[in-house]
């Protein structure tokens, strides 16, 4: 739904001045600084905007904004030029009403920024599609290029406008821009060549000089250097936030959007230099034989440049600058400058060059912008101008008459139009005409313009008039002409009034615009109204070999010369003025009125002496009277019924008959009395704002006693819905919450049956089982009772038959079954088949005992035989010997023990396969038994030394055991005995038989580790042998050796620790040889 809003919504003081009450010049500053406070800059007088300069940007003039206000009624929200714009452009578009947008303000007010503001609105809402905004782009990029060569920065505004602009904006029937037309007024060409303190030339000589490329610099012939040119200004050269590079491109970028040639460009540029050249010339006087100075340019580099920028031969313009031709009535005559006439027409060249320069550019740029089609076009009409104009010190001149007289005009049409335009609504309306009192300033337009005594009439006459013409003849003039006038002051007019008159200086005249009396200083009005350029040098332009200078000096051309003086400039802007008034006429006129708050450029400051100042001179007061004289109040009945409908029962909430008569009860019923409104057809009037406001309060309270209801309704339905849900919910838990308890009950129930059940059933059950089991005890007790007596009976009857020998069968079985079970027994827990396995099962009973012994003795001697019968013959003759050696010396010789693990290997040095034996062993015959190093034991001294011991089957054989030489072989025939000690020694004694053959020697006493092996075999040889005895062997610790004669007791002792863990053997004496032997 859309929301509808009002103006007089959330209002900060008033939005419309017409509603101010009580309405004086106070209040109305006093409001209008309330909304400048709070950033509302826009306020409105009826349909007439005031703006005041925020002096800083404000955020609303977004696309947002652009939208809110787009198709709405002006009242409709706050104030803002977007409502002006969108009113302007939807009469034009949808009522075919062409419109003009009047700007007005004093420098700096922000009129050229809301002329901009309107253009960017239109060029928002209206039409889109590439050749619209093709158009659109151009209208708005004009701004640029316009501002760049008419535009400066001056004491009031950094960017202030030196010229006055309207532009016509033309629509299509659909209301999208076809093209527009741009007009401009009297351009403030003396800048050119002077500027006031601390202001400065226009824009485009710094914007070219800082932003222009090396190269463009070089081909204008021009120095980057400010300071190198007389007519730029240099205490405010540079101005703070405003880059004069950045604007020199948007500058040319906007020049090729309006369709400008590059050639074209460079022409204007051209031109530019060639007026900061122009500046630079200087003269000086030479003097001439008739006795008047003549001038001659000093230098002459500055003019050969401009003349080579232009085209123009130097000699030409170097002569117009110093003489002039006067031509009357087909005579001509050359007189001389002097330097200040030549000053003075180098300064006219210049501004005349410039001024024509920008004429062109706005005529160039209408052709680039101007309408393709010659249909009937809409037109938007946006005049930007100089504002009314006032400085201080009577210090106002020509150019302030000229825009103070635009603004009389201006006014004029205003305020014809306004009450021109109120006239009609109230014919429209039905509404009786009140004559309204009002301020006319027909008369003051009349003293400036009138033809025959107006003050521009007499500066012309002045002007034209031969003889001695100065500002003094001027003045007098109009001190006889004007005397009379009521606006007119002056201290030398006949009106004597003034002539003590001491605030009113001699050479000024003064007058009372409609906004304030404007002391104007004669000085150099008829110049600046001649605005003289010697036709020299309009001809030395026209000669110029330049495409755009001789358009710009058509005066110069030879062929037409023309003897009438040209127009004067206050006759042209008179002239304009005219044209430009008839135009607005014809137009619907929408104002916007620009205020300044302070001098300072500063935001947040507002100075009210000032701003009463300018709502004096902008009439707005008498603007808000006009508008106040009849009824300060209209609106449709519709949206006034839709407004205040709540204040009466039979209107509120619908009113179902027309809104016109609905609004007549409304009043009626609020007792309004009738004198304060009238009913128009489609409008009510209200005479006075009180009753307005009386109708807002009204409005107001009841909007609060409506919201309270609204409220009221709101917070009981809220709570009643909230109730009613709570009562759903309660209903909703209680059936759950019941559910569950019945369930919860039956489910106890249920179970509590089921175990009163199982109980019975329990009891029941046991009850039958014990019954059964009763009877069943019953039928066993029978059968047993029965089994028993029966038993009793088969017993008592034949026991006489198995008593007899039943003894012995039981015991026969039992024995069976005994010794059957111990042999199965025996069966399973047989010890390994190992002959040293000594593992026995335990017997089972003590009566199997011997039996238990005898079979493991058989199952030894058994699992024996098993373990020889795997014997080879050889291994079976080592363990013979090994049997004959524990035959013969276990248990007897100590030394037997560490001999069992030895294996008997016969042959320990090898004697067949070493070659150092091979002579010792081919000398033996048999087959070697034992071939061993052995000990022989010196007699003398019981030492041992080393010999090779071989034992055959015939003889043994002892050899040396370097070199195996034989010592000494016995056959074994002369072997008697051997004897060996108890203990663990290897000594012994070799016994040979009295009277052999070896016997001669002696015996020999023999150490060695292998003594068991050697004694076993030798006893083993005697055994085998036939013809020899068996050799005894004789073991004792005391044993005697026959040594040569002698014979020797070997006697063994068990070793001392002394001795060592060796044996060790000594002779004691002759008899005696003493072995010790450790104890092991
Ligand atoms: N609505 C605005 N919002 C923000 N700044 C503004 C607004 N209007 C004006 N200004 C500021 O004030 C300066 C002067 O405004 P503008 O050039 O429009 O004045 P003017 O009335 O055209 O003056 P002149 O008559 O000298 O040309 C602008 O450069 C801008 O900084
Ligand atoms: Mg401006």
Redesign the pocket.
């Known amino acids: 739904m859309e929301v509808k809003t009002s103006l007089l919504d959330n209002m900060i003081g008033v939005g419309d001045m017409v509603l101010i009450e009580p309405l004086s010049e106070d209040t109305f500053i006093e409001n209008l600084r309330k909304r400048f406070e709070h950033n509302e ?1 826009y306020t409105y007088i009826g349909s007439v905007v005031i ?1 005041m ?6 955020p609303i003039y977004t696309a947002e904004k652009v939208e809110e206000y787009r198709n709405r009624n002006f009242y409709e929200l706050s104030p803002h030029i977007y409502a002006l714009a969108d009113e302007a452009y939807r009469s034009l578009r949808d009522q075919d009403k062409d419109q003009c947008i009047l700007i007005t ?10 002329s901009k ?1 309107v253009m960017s609105y239109v060029a928002a809402v209206c039409g889109k599609g590439q050749e619209v905004n093709k158009v659109k782009e151009q209208l708005l990029q004009s701004n640029p290029v316009l501002e760049a060569f008419g ?1 400066a920065k ?1 004491v ?7 010229f006055g602009k309207y532009m016509d904006i033309e629509f299509d029937f659909k209301g999208d821009p076809l093209g527009g037309v741009i007009s401009n007024y009297l351009l403030e060409k003396s800048r050119v060549v002077k500027q006031p303190r601390g202001e400065r030339n226009f824009h485009i000589f710094y914007q070219l000089l800082s932003g222009a490329s090396d190269d463009t610099l070089k081909k204008l012939k021009l120095d980057r250097d400010f300071s190198k040119y007389n007519y730029l200004s240099l205490d405010s050269a540079t101005v703070n936030g405003l880059d004069d590079a950045a604007c020199f491109r948007t500058v040319r970028n906007a020049m090729q959007i309006v369709g400008f040639m590059e050639d074209e460009v460079q022409s204007v540029l051209e031109l530019v230099a060639a007026v900061l050249k122009l500046g630079n010339l200087e003269f000086k006087p030479e003097s001439r034989c008739n006795g008047f100075d003549e001038s001659r340019i000093k230098d002459k580099n500055d003019l050969k440049e401009m003349c080579e920028l232009l085209g123009i031969e130097q000699s030409v313009l170097e002569r117009a600058f110093s003489f002039r031709t006067v031509e009357a009535k087909m005579e001509k005559v050359s007189t001389t400058l002097n330097v200040a006439q030549a000053y003075y027409a180098r300064d006219a060249l210049a501004k005349n060059l410039y001024s024509r320069l920008f004429s062109w550019l706005v005529n160039r740029i209408n052709e680039s912008i101007k309408a393709q089609t010659k249909s009937r076009k809409k037109v938007m009409g946006v005049l ?1 101008i ?2 009314f104009e006032i400085f201080e010190n009577g210090d106002n001149s020509f150019e302030q008459f000229i825009i103070n007289y635009c603004n009389e005009k201006l006014q004029q049409i205003f305020i014809e139009l306004t009450l021109r335009e109120e006239q009609e609504e109230y014919i429209r309306e039905g509404i009786e005409w009140t004559n309204i009192e009002y301020f006319n300033n027909a008369i003051i337009c009349d003293l400036i313009e009138n033809n025959k005594n107006g003050i521009l009439a007499m500066l012309d006459e002045e002007c034209l008039r031969p003889g001695t013409v100065t500002d003094e003849t001027f003045l007098d003039k109009l001190n006889t002409v004007c005397a009379e006038h009521q606006h007119f002051e002056s201290r030398q007019s006949k009106n004597s009034k003034f002539l003590t008159d001491h605030s009113l200086p001699h050479n000024c005249f003064r007058i009372q615009h409609y906004a304030g009396k404007v002391l104007y200083r004669v000085e150099g009005f008829v110049d600046k109204n001649n605005d003289l350029l010697y036709r020299d040098l309009s001809q030395a332009m026209y000669k110029a070999n330049h495409s755009l200078i001789k358009i710009l000096f058509p005066e110069g051309n030879p062929a037409k010369v023309n003897l009438k003086r040209p127009l004067t400039a206050g006759f042209q802007f008179r002239a304009s003025v005219g044209t430009l008034m008839k135009n607005l006429l014809t137009k619907n006129p929408n104002y916007i009125r ?1 205020i ?1 708050p302070n001098d300072k ?1 500063a935001a947040h400051i507002f100075t009210d002496s000032l701003v009463c100042h300018q709502v004096r001179y902008l009439g707005l007061m008498e603007n808000v009277r006009v508008r106040r004289a009849g009824y300060a109040f209209r609106q449709a009945y519709e949206p006034c019924l839709e407004r205040y409908k709540m204040l009466c029962k039979q209107t509120w909430p619908h009113w179902k008959g027309p809104a016109r008569e609905g609004v007549e009860v409304l009043l009626k019923n609020l007792q309004v009395p009738a004198e304060e409104f009238a009913y128009g057809r489609s409008k009510i009037f209200i005479r006075n704002p009180r009753t307005l406001f009386f109708l807002e309060e009204k409005r107001r309270q009841c909007l609060e006693d409506l919201a309270t209801l609204i409220q009221k309704i709101y917070r009981g339905w809220k709570c009643r819905t909230h109730f009613l849900l709570l009562k759903k919910s309660q209903v909703v838990v209680a059936a759950w919450y019941r559910r569950f308890a019945q369930q919860k009950k039956y489910q106890n129930i249920r179970s509590s049956a089921l175990v009163v059940q199982s109980y019975i059933r329990g009891w029941k059950a046991r009850k039958l089982l014990r019954e059964l089991k009763h009877k069943k005890r019953c039928e066993e007790a029978v059968t047993t009772i029965s089994a028993y007596w029966h038993g009793t009976q088969v017993r008592r009857e034949y026991r006489k038959f198995f008593r007899a020998n039943a003894g012995k069968k039981i015991y026969d079985f039992t024995i069976q079954r005994i010794m059957q079970k111990y042999f199965m027994g025996l069966k399973k827990t047989m010890p390994s088949m190992s002959p040293v396995d000594k593992s026995w099962p335990a017997r089972p009973y003590g009566f199997l005992d011997g039996m238990h012994q005898e079979l493991r003795r058989i199952f030894h001697l058994w699992r024996c035989k098993k373990y020889r019968s795997q014997f080879t013959e050889e291994k079976k003759a080592t363990y013979e010997e090994k049997l004959a050696a524990s035959e013969l010396f276990k248990d007897k010789k100590a030394l037997y023990p560490s001999s069992v693990g030895q294996p008997f290997k016969g042959d320990y040095v090898e004697i067949t396969k070493n070659p150092k034996y091979q002579k010792l062993n081919s000398l033996v015959e048999d087959k070697v038994l034992l071939a061993d190093v052995v000990s022989k034991i010196n007699r003398a001294n019981g030492k041992g030394a080393p010999r090779i011991f071989l034992l055959t089957k015939k003889s043994l054989v002892l050899a040396d055991q370097k070199t195996g030489q034989v010592k000494a072989s016995v056959p074994l025939l002369d072997l008697s005995s051997v004897s060996v000690s108890t203990q663990s020694d290897g000594f012994f004694a070799l016994k040979l038989k009295e009277g052999s053959t070896s016997a001669a020697k002696g015996d020999f006493l023999l150490s060695s580790d292998r003594l068991i092996e050697i004694i076993t075999k030798l006893h083993r040889i005697g055994a085998a042998s036939a013809e020899r005895n068996q050799i005894n062997i004789d073991i004792s610790d005391e044993f005697l050796v026959q040594f040569k004669q002698d014979k020797v007791c070997v006697k063994f002792i068990p070793g001392t620790p002394k001795n060592g863990n060796g044996v060790a053997c000594k002779r004691k004496n002759n008899r005696l040889l003493e072995v010790s032997v450790p104890s092991p």
């Open positions: 800059i703006s300069n925020p002096y800083k940007s404000l303000g004093e420098s700096g007010a922000g009129k050229t920024e809301a503001f535009n001056t009031r505004n950094d960017n202030s406008s030196r930007d100089y504002g620009c300044k450029k």
